[in-house]
């Protein structure tokens, strides 16, 4: 007995845009029942990771700002990925936009002036545009895979940053620990609510989300993204170049990811540690796709990967689940969304092998 996938006719947006709410969903349960059969307490797992978050005030302001740098992330990817270009180095456009924003707090250290912020933002965004366009000279010049160099490109990043802490950007008050100096006043990222921890990178990650969307859905570039990832024959026709789209959609992606590096080291760290690599460029992968490639869906997508990040850690204090736990959730999350994504695209055809006599 055989079986083949055969493609069925393309189905409805609102078919699409269910298929992430049933992987949440499906999520959840497989997810309590997973716990429960290995020795925890399942429901109370899925109740902690994501009810809590949302039931609970005081965890409301966490939400914000972890979801704040992954929906930035996410919405540059989302443009790479609608234009078929696979940026998997965001880690590593994040990292690289997080070191120039330090590079500038540590040169700025000791002035004032509202202008040293600014240049950070501008040094994080070049610094990961810059970093995105090595994997985008490889692939227009060499036809190198963008997925393989992007990717190795994040452990040359995070090898920087253990360099750079222990030898030249050194804390020298710091007794010993591996870390710069604290920044400058001017050099940090406001909260825009006193008493919370709610800083400016919230606002800004929705503003960069409103954006993305109006370009992606009202522009020449949004309309060259979505043209040359779905019909690369038909975009050459039409006067697009694969090469400028791979161009464009590395660099945005990229320098997206280095604006969330520098806000997140101007913001919740005000410093550069060996701990700055959070995953958030590769949790953003599973933001972009929970969020249909679409940048108003990147910000549901954000939040609910925030819920399971603030979750888990309520999880760890409450029941005692491993920190490990948030990673299986995500990860179920998205195997049941491209599990979905097929089953809406797809059928699943049993195939009869016909006998000789039939045959003939």
Excluded at 74 to 86: P, Q, T
Excluded at 120 to 131: D, F, K, N, S, W
Excluded at 215 to 244: D, I, L, T
Excluded at 299 to 326: D, M, R
């Amino acid at each position: 007995m055989q079986f083949r996938l055969e493609k069925r006719r393309e189905p409805s947006k609102a078919m699409l845009y269910a298929t992430p709410v049933v992987a949440v969903l499906l999520t959840m349960v497989v997810g309590a029942i997973i716990f429960s059969l290995i020795g925890f307490d399942g429901i109370g797992a899925v109740r902690e990771i994501f009810f809590t978050p949302l039931t609970n005030a005081y965890k409301w302001q966490d939400l914000g700002v972890k979801a704040a740098p992954l929906i930035i992330i996410g919405v540059g990817l989302s443009i790479a990925y609608r234009a078929n270009v696979w940026n998997i180095g965001a880690e590593g456009q994040y990292v690289m936009g997080g070191l120039a924003a330090t590079w500038i707090a540590l040169l700025t250290y000791g002035m004032s002036g509202w202008w040293i912020l600014p240049l950070m933002v501008v040094a994080g965004i070049a610094g990961g545009a810059l970093y995105a366009s090595i994997p985008a000279l490889l692939r227009t010049r060499l036809n190198v895979n963008e997925i393989l160099t992007s990717l190795m490109l994040t452990y040359v990043s995070v090898q920087l940053i253990y360099y750079l802490v222990r030898a030249p950007w050194k804390d020298p008050m710091g007794m010993g620990f591996p870390q710069t100096r604290r920044f400058s006043a001017d050099a940090l990222l406001p909260n825009i609510f006193p008493g919370t921890i709610v800083h400016a990178g919230v606002p800004i990650a929705i503003v960069v989300a409103l954006v993305a969307w109006f370009v992606m859905s009202r522009s020449v570039f949004g309309y060259q993204m979505k043209v040359v990832g779905a019909a690369p024959h038909a975009a050459r026709y039409g006067g697009f170049s694969e090469n400028k789209t791979i161009w464009l959609a590395l660099l945005v992606s990229g320098a997206l990811a280095g604006l969330a590096g520098a806000l997140e080291v101007s913001g919740p760290f005000q410093r550069m540690v060996p701990g700055f690599p959070t995953n958030y460029g590769f949790t953003a992968i599973i933001v972009a796709f929970l969020g249909r490639l679409n940048p108003l869906g990147v910000i549901f997508g954000g939040i609910v990967i925030a819920i399971t990040f603030v979750g888990g850690e309520v999880a760890q204090t409450s029941i005692g689940l491993s920190n490990a736990a948030t990673g299986v959730f995500q990860a179920m999350m998205l195997f049941f969304l491209l599990a979905g994504d097929i089953l809406v695209r797809y059928r699943i055809r049993r195939v009869v092998p016909q006998t000789a006599e039939a045959r003939s």
